[in-house]
């Protein structure tokens, strides 16, 4: 199974094989860094709502204890009131009398209800509970129904404990005769009278839930979340409004009783929430904060569909960029391969186009070198067979009769010998002797020794035309002289050394021609101290034996055919360089490959 699917993949094409590759290195890291995101976004997510959901519950502890504090300050008006202290005490001194003194202690503790009443609107009524279980109480609704002043025991037992500070006692309804029935809580304390130290008395504020209303209007936890208030004593105080099913305060406080401060997750009436309280050092109230975890997860979830938006946008991108990549690849290894039949088929003359230096770039490059290298060969192969053929029908001519021209200046030069005229006789045994070295033998190549005698031929020759106008030096090492050259390659170098370097220059010149074995090749130089060139003109000639094409009209064509005859045979590695200098002479030197005989065959 691992073999077929290897071999499936092999078979793939490369564009659909570059594609899928980028594809999956796209995907798998987008998918690895979505997990991470998740969890870290989760994370994160969990701690800002966490945190904004403790400054909420903070916030609604803060405006309660300032809520209290106001109700707290209006409850030490009975402390600051010490009329109101010696009227309690004189109506439970005389509870069985109904005189004067009486009523007015009576009217006098009502008139300190009404004044506590007009001080704010967040008391619905208020309370005086005396010792002898004697109640004064006023409401702004009007008349009270008794059997609801007093609250439960169990209510109670917080400010029968109290030693005279504020005591917040829970949630109750109070029924009024002429007003629908109302939620409220007490703000209550002991009076105590300073004269004696004994306490006389209750106070109890019956305060309405506006401020708190208002809190939780002004307060909304998530969407569907609410926020309730505990006493000390873990009694509900206040609750907002929520969809819970009735009776939800008995089970939640019981299930809460054991948490601190701080968040955990629960699970209610099968539902998960976020649970978050606060506890007011001053009050000991816990407002606690009931958030439904899917909330917090669909923050999340909104995060996940928003990066899976955002990936599969990313993926889509990737694979139209990885299908253009690809196709840049491709594309021209598509043509390289197109190109390379059409070699195979014969057609050299084909070309890859070469876009950028990149390694495809480099590759159709090297290819079409390559290509044009072949063609090169071939053309220089038909080259040299027809120049082979050219020779060969030269040849051919110059032997129609060769004795006839030998034996024709033998007669001459026996004749000059019978005048006692040796320098014609010296000049034509050497003309004979160069006409027999160029038509003579098959040959091509022949030993430096040999090419150096046909040269000192020529020069012999020409010291006839020039008289006493150059010298020659001549110095070869033994070694050099059994190298390997082709016919025919001195002469016309030394042929333009006298005709550029001595026409051309007054007085006499040194003609030198050195050969040395230098790193494997042998080094000719044919230096002259004549007329020399100009920079420009020694410019023209380089330029012309460098491109065969370029013409030297008829100038310098000797140095060219040679030039043309060593690289075509051993390659633009050999060949001639010139230097020269105006007015102080000329140097050419020759570079070929030292071979011997047993080389060429």
């Given at each position: ?93 005389n509870s069985s009398s109904r005189g004067k003194t009486v009523s007015q202690a009576v009217q006098a503790i009502d008139t300190f209800l009404d004044d506590v009443l007009t001080v704010t609107d967040n008391i619905d009524f208020i309370s005086i509970i005396s010792n002898d279980d004697k109640t004064y109480t006023k409401s702004i609704y009007g008349p009270v129904r008794m059997n609801n002043l007093y609250l439960e025991e169990e209510m109670l037992e917080p400010l029968l404990r109290s030693h005279g500070e504020t005591v917040v ?188 230096k990149n390694e495809l770039g480099e590759l159709a490059g090297n290819f079409n070198e390559l290509v044009c290298r072949i063609g090169g060969l071939i053309e220089t192969n038909r080259n040299i067979d027809m120049q082979r053929k050219i020779a060969e029908m030269e040849a051919l001519k110059s032997k129609i009769n060769p004795h006839f021209l030998y034996n024709t200046l033998e007669t001459i030069r026996m004749q000059a010998v019978i005048n006692d005229e040796t320098e014609i006789a010296g000049s034509v045994t050497s003309l ?170």
């Open positions: 199974m691992k073999r077929y699917w290897q071999s499936l993949f092999h078979d793939i094409q490369m564009q659909p094989k570059l594609m899928i590759m980028y594809s999956a290195c796209i995907l798998f890291p987008l998918l690895l860094f979505g997990s991470v995101l998740f969890f870290i976004q989760m994370a994160q997510i969990k701690t800002e709502v966490t945190a904004g959901t403790t400054q909420l519950a903070k916030h609604i502890n803060i405006s309660l204890n300032e809520y209290l504090r106001e109700m707290e300050t209006i409850s030490y008006m009975s402390y600051n009131n010490q009329e109101l202290q010696n009227h309690l005490i004189q109506i439970m001194e006692l829970p949630k109750h309804i109070a029924d009024f005769q002429f007003a629908p029935p109302t939620p409220v809580f007490s703000v209550a304390r002991k009076l105590l009278d300073f004269n004696s130290g004994y306490y006389i008395g209750y106070l109890l504020l019956y305060c309405n839930l506006n401020v708190l209303d208002r809190i939780a209007n002004d307060t909304q936890v998530g969407s569907n979340g609410f926020w309730f208030v505990l006493t000390g004593s873990d009694q509900m105080l206040y609750a907002a409004e929520n969809n819970l099913e009735k009776g939800w305060e008995t089970q939640l406080i019981s299930r809460l009783q054991k948490q601190t401060n701080g968040s955990h997750v629960v699970e209610f009436m099968g539902t998960k929430y976020l649970y978050v309280q606060n506890v007011s050092s001053k009050t000991g109230f816990r407002v606690v904060c009931m958030l439904p975890y899917i909330e917090v997860t669909q923050m999340g979830t909104m995060t996940i569909v928003l990066f899976v938006i955002l990936a599969v946008a990313i993926l889509l991108l990737a694979v139209l960029c990885s299908a253009m990549i690809a196709k840049s690849i491709v594309l021209p290894i598509r043509k390289m391969r197109a190109a390379m039949k059409r070699a195979q088929e014969g057609d050299l003359t084909v070309t890859v186009p070469a876009q950028g004979a002797k160069m006409l027999r070295y160029s038509i003579s033998g098959t040959d091509d190549f022949v030993t430096l020794e040999k090419e150096i005698t046909h040269v000192t031929h020529y020069l012999y020759l020409q010291k006839m035309r020039y008289q006493d106008k150059f010298e020659v030096e001549i110095h070869a090492s033994p070694a050099s002289m059994s190298c390997q050259v082709l016919k025919l390659t001195l002469q016309p170098i030394v042929e333009n050394a006298l005709q550029h370097g001595i026409e051309k220059k007054k007085g006499k010149v040194l003609l030198q021609l050195t050969a040395e074995l230098l790193h494997g090749n042998l080094h000719i130089y044919v230096k002259d101290n004549g007329a020399g060139m100009n920079e420009e003109r020694l410019h023209h000639v380089r330029r012309a034996l460098e491109d065969k094409d370029a013409k030297l009209h008829g100038e310098h064509i000797g140095l060219q055919n040679v030039q043309s005859r060593i690289q075509l045979i051993f390659g633009t590695a050999y060949g001639m360089q010139i230097n020269s200098t105006h007015h102080e002479g000329t140097c050419v030197e020759l570079k070929l490959p030292a071979r011997s005989a047993s080389m060429y065959g």
